[in-house]
C-alpha cells in the first residue's frame, strides 16, 4: 500500500492569495519580475508605465489585472491614477526612474531637482497616495542601490539620494503605520534598463560580475523579485533597506 507524507495533505497556500499588487513601472524589470512572483503567489497586479504597447505584453506575461499609462513623475497623473482604483490594494511598489550620473559641477538646477525627484519626491508622491490605498498591514515597498555608497567622481547627486534613501523610508515607515514601508537596496541587476545605461559595455560588466560576485554569477530581475515577495508576506519587516547585490559590495 502506497503510504503519502504529511506533507501532500497540507500543501503550502499561496503566501499573496486573494490580494493586489501596485506597480509603479511595471513593464519591465524588476518591476515585472516582481509582478509575475507575485502572481505565482496567489496575487494580481495592477501595471503602470509610460509605454502603453510595453504594458500590454507585460499584463500578458503576469496575468495582470489592468494597466495604467502615465508618467509617475507628473503630480496630476499619479493623484488621478490612485484616485481611479476601484478599491484598497494591498501592496505598492515603487521601481519607476533610472539614476542619473554625470559630474555634480556640470548640473544645473533642473538637472538636480530631476535627479532627486525620481527617487526621493516620486516615493513621497506616492506615499502620500498609499496613506488612504493600502489596506493596514500592506506594504509600501521602495526600490533603491548600492553602486552609488562608494561615493567617487562622476556619480552625481546618486550618492546624496542613495544615502538618504534609508531615512525616508524609516521615517515614513513611522508617518504610514500599520501601512509598512520597506526598502530595497540593488547592485547590479541584469535588466532592461541595465542594458541601455550600458550598451556595449554590457556583456564585458555581465563577465565581470560573473568572475568577482561571491556568488558566481549575476543578479537577475526574478531575485530582487523574491526578495519583494518575502517583504510583502512577512508582516514583521517595516522601515528597514535589504541589500541585495550578490556580494558586490564586498569585492568593490
Not at 494580481?44 to 507585460?58: H, N, V
Not at 538646477?109 to 525620481?118: L, N, P, T
Not at 567622481?153 to 501601512?179: C, D, H, K, N, Q
Amino acid at each position: 500500500m502506497r503510504v503519502e507524507s504529511p506533507a501532500a495533505y497540507n500543501p503550502r497556500a499561496p503566501a499573496l492569495l486573494g490580494q493586489t499588487l501596485v506597480v509603479i513601472g511595471g513593464s519591465a524589470g524588476i518591476g515585472l519580475a516582481t509582478a509575475k512572483h507575485a502572481r505565482a503567489e496567489g496575487a494580481r497586479a495592477i501595471l503602470t508605465g509610460r509605454d502603453p504597447e510595453r504594458l500590454r505584453t507585460a499584463a500578458t506575461e503576469a496575468d495582470a489585472l489592468s494597466t495604467a499609462a502615465f508618467d509617475a513623475n507628473e503630480p496630476e497623473q499619479l493623484e488621478e491614477f490612485f484616485g481611479q482604483l476601484p478599491g484598497p490594494v494591498d501592496h505598492v511598489m515603487v521601481t519607476a526612474g533610472q539614476p542619473s550620473y554625470g559630474r555634480l559641477l556640470d548640473m544645473d538646477c533642473d538637472q538636480a531637482r530631476r535627479a532627486i525627484s525620481g527617487h526621493m519626491v516620486l516615493a513621497l508622491e506616492v506615499a502620500r497616495h498609499a496613506a488612504d490605498a493600502v489596506r493596514p498591514g500592506g506594504t509600501l515597498l521602495l526600490l533603491g542601490g548600492t553602486g552609488a555608497r562608494r561615493v567617487r567622481a562622476g556619480l552625481g547627486i546618486a550618492p546624496a539620494t542613495t544615502a538618504a534613501m534609508p531615512a525616508l523610508t524609516a521615517g515614513l515607515a513611522l508617518e504610514l503605520a500599520p501601512v509598512r514601508v520597506n526598502l530595497i537596496a540593488a547592485g547590479f541587476v541584469d535588466t532592461p534598463l541595465s542594458a541601455r545605461l550600458l550598451g556595449d559595455g554590457l556583456d564585458a560588466r555581465r563577465e565581470e560580475l560573473r568572475s568577482t560576485l561571491p556568488i558566481g554569477r549575476v543578479v537577475g530581475p526574478a531575485d530582487v523579485a523574491a526578495l519583494a515577495v518575502h517583504i510583502m508576506t512577512n508582516t514583521a519587516l517595516t522601515g528597514a533597506t535589504y541589500d541585495i547585490d550578490g556580494g558586490q559590495q564586498l569585492v568593490g
